[in-house]
């Protein structure tokens, strides 16, 4: 027998017990004649005491040989302790050890197995399986596993039935490259990794399943981030006979559940913001909308003052800082630097800070900006107004073309609101956004692609413009965004063979290529399709956002780096000649 209690449960209450326990050493304190070790589980610490006079000599030798993360079974007598630690759940009592036997020995972990670790990022993903004995990793692979629970529980209590779809599938459009598996029983084939089940979940809806979900893991050959992996998760979801409504109301559903039971936070009324609006007030189509601080646009008031900057802009728009006036040049050169950073896109930036009273920066005006030399204080004061500024605000502008200048405004705002403290951790804004539009431009290869996937339905109204103005085809999409973080996106889907057979005409594809690519879904909607919806989420996006991190990837177990390498298992890696000939591939590799 190994234990009779892990290392987290002995109490007080306990006291005088004979117990078995195992574990791995966490630290060692050595004072001669005494000796404690920290023994560690998944449960928690356990302190053991050898001492000299009530342990053997040869128990204390050997105690004072291990290491740290030497595997130990020991057994003792559970007794109180004199110096008593409240800061552990198992600090009353501590084990006088009566026979220890090491289980295993360790090498002299490469970082610290501690909360605060010295381990950079490489070297714990070289030896994840030490990360993961790290409470901080286990915490998060622990809300994993109740977020897991709690949505299959809750899904399941809705009539959702839980489907697998295949992993072997053939290309399934969601913007991304796929991931290609040879086929060895057919050679020069392939098949493709799913970027997501989408076909297969729209086929389980013209096969009456009605509501299907799925935790299923997507795999999308994309440049990585912080928030995005090669291989994830999302909870997968469709439903029939619905409208966005419908769809609208179980989700929320779902959220409001797993905010309730895993962190304890109810969400009330989920507003619903169109792609336009979130547009035009916070530049980007997933706002944080946990502070204000909307776009206000300025071309009316800025324009015609002699700035030749604004006066040949497409657009002027600004926002308005809540009592930074303060700002100092330094601050305000910084923030210069910020959006001319090419990731952000702008030109330039002018401030306009309305002064607190008796701090007149010009003469007696209340105004001080960076481009005094064009505007008078009764100009800056009309631009004021216009954003309904008080005294100690702080204004900043951007302007030029207006899909750039929104965008770049847009991370100004996020930058802003980080460094004034607006963006509370523990504050979550759930919201809707809808009318996507369903088609968008792509410069590259000159056509119209997908802004969603290519199943999903224009709205009615909308259908009339694909043949005169593509781009102003709104979709019947929506996502919910989560404090400026998108968790999940769907869409009503088109579920007639004619619309389907249009849509994909619109989007570039001969009739012959729809048919070689979706001639199953296409077939499958001449059988009574019904109409039918849904969404999936980004699960360790949610879980992330949850936990409170900004990486995915501390909620995957064993997740890959920047490169897409898992430099654990070292992988990917080069395959056998021998493998190569059985697929019968030849590698013509460029340098
Ligand atoms: N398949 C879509 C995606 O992965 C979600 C959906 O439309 O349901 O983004």
Redesign the pocket.
Known sequence: MYRTHNCGELRLSEQDKEVILSGWVQRLRDKGGMVWIDLRDRYGITQLVFEEGSTTPELLTMAKSVGREYVLKVSGKVVERYAKNPKMPTGDIEIVVAKLEILNKSEVPPFMIEDDTDGGEDLRMKYRYLDIRRNPVREALALRHKMLQETRKYLSSKEFMEVETPMLIKS?P??ARDFVVPSRMNPGEFYALP????TF?QLLMVGGIDKYFQLVK?FRDEDLRADRQPEFT?I???MSFVDIEDIQKAFEGLVKYLFKEVKGIDINEIPIMSYAEALQQYGSDKPDTRFEMKFVELNDVAQGKGFNVFDSAELVVGICADGAAGYSRKQLDALTDFVKMPQVGAKGLVYIKYLPDGQAGNEDGSFKSSVDKFYSQEDLQSIAIKFNAKAGDLMLLLSGEQDVTRSALNELRLKMGAELGLMDPDTFNVLWVVDFPLLEWDEDSKRFHAM??P??SPKKEDLALLDTDPAKVRAN?YDMVVNGVEI????I?IHDRDTQSLMFKHLGFTEEEAKAQFGFLLKAFEYGAPPH????F?FDRICALFGGADSIRDYIAFPKNNSGRDVMIDSPSPIAEEQLDELQLRLKLED
């Open positions: 399934t969601e913007g970027q997501s089940p989408q979940k997507c999302q997968d979801c469709e969603h996937h199943f999903t999409a999940g996106g769907g869409s889907r919806g849904g969404i999936a980004g």
